[in-house]
């Protein structure tokens, strides 16, 4: 039996789908490489467009798999060191997913709590569900310091002031509506306690999520991201990924 914690495939469907995409421009190419259709001008292009699709959306899927099982993980504890996580803490995490923050929160306390809440939506993430983060909780040695609880992030079910430090990783953007997400933003800097400090990483929406802090008392907000890299990773999908790192504190 396996005693590695298993963090899940992020968005599984996208990466399905690329897959699937990819596997019918190595289909087309290598029937024209057969010679199952002439060499005309036309279809020579189709041909190279065909090998190119296979080419790229194989290494998208590739390196998405590639993120969810290795980068990600590595890329928590870099996240992690930015904040101050003391051994009593209470730390939260929205939208927690199979663990991956919460869990790392939970290794750098002794008599706190790290809580995670999530409504375990698959199509974010393979096997999202409660039982998978505990699981791992387990499995990482910290299952005496993790509570799960199934809540939406636009209503936590938490006292204000009662957190010293919030986490969130690619959670938000999730809800469609900026209404919604400004609620969820609104949330956090109401359970946050004074001078506590919240670290929010997502694909999309940093600077709206800035604004609607600002407009909630956590003035205090730090961007940790590399804008050259984040501007990059934009071009690179055509503005479908704006990737950002806030690291904000309660004033």
Known sequence: MTTKPDYGIDAPDVVRNLFIVSGIGWFGWLCARAGLWSGAIGPVIITWMLFWFG???SITGGLM???SRVGKIRGRERDLDCISIKPGDQVLDVGCGRGLMLI???KRLQTGKAI????WQTQDLSGNRPEATLENAKREGVIDRVEVRTADMRELPLADGSIDVVVSCAAIHSLDK???RAKAISEIGRVLKPGATALIKDIRHHREYAQTFANHGCGQIKRLDSIVISTLITIGTCGSLQPG???VRKG
């Open 55 to 57: 080419v790229a959306f």
């Open 65 to 67: 798999i590639w993120y």
């Open 104 to 106: 790392g929160a939970a």
């Open 116 to 119: 995670g809440v999530d409504i």
């Open 178 to 180: 900026p209404e919604d």
């Open 245 to 247: 790192t806030l690291l």
